[in-house]
């Protein structure tokens, strides 16, 4: 089993920043991926980014490419999601998952972390 605990969403103001953190703990050494995904109200949760645990290969959304950039400490079984310049249409429930070797699927869920983007 992993454990993933999400923190630092809060509110923002457009323009502004906001680093997401997610720190994994268990079974770690069964880790394939990690990433962020994001809910809004009466939308359906999307894919934001997401980093292989090996070989630091990284993807995102083509909403977020180029403002949100997604990180990860060794060290501290850490995951960040950097959030640069965001807008309104960021605001959303962000949550953090990890995929398990050999899985085809994110398998552990972290309990979710509000982000709102507002003056």
């Known amino acids: 089993q992993v454990q993933l605990v999400e923190s630092g969403g809060g509110l923002v103001q457009p323009g502004g920043s906001l680093r997401l953190s997610c720190a994994a703990s268990?079974?770690?050494?069964?880790?394939?991926?990690m990433g962020w995904f994001r809910q809004a109200p009466g939308k359906e949760r999307e894919f934001v980014a997401g980093?292989?645990?090996?070989?630091?290969?990284?993807y995102y959304a083509d909403s977020v490419k180029g403002r949100f950039t997604i990180s990860r400490d060794s060290a501290k079984d850490t995951v960040y999601l950097q959030m640069n310049s965001p807008k309104p249409e960021d605001t959303a429930v962000y949550y953090c998952?990890?995929?398990?070797?050999?899985?085809?699927?994110?398998?552990?869920w972290g309990q979710g972390t509000q982000v709102t983007v507002s003056s």
């Open positions: 998952a990890a995929a398990k070797t050999g899985s085809t699927e994110f398998d552990y």
């Open positions: 268990g079974s770690i050494f069964s880790i394939k991926s």
């Open positions: 980093i292989s645990w090996s070989d630091y290969i990284i």
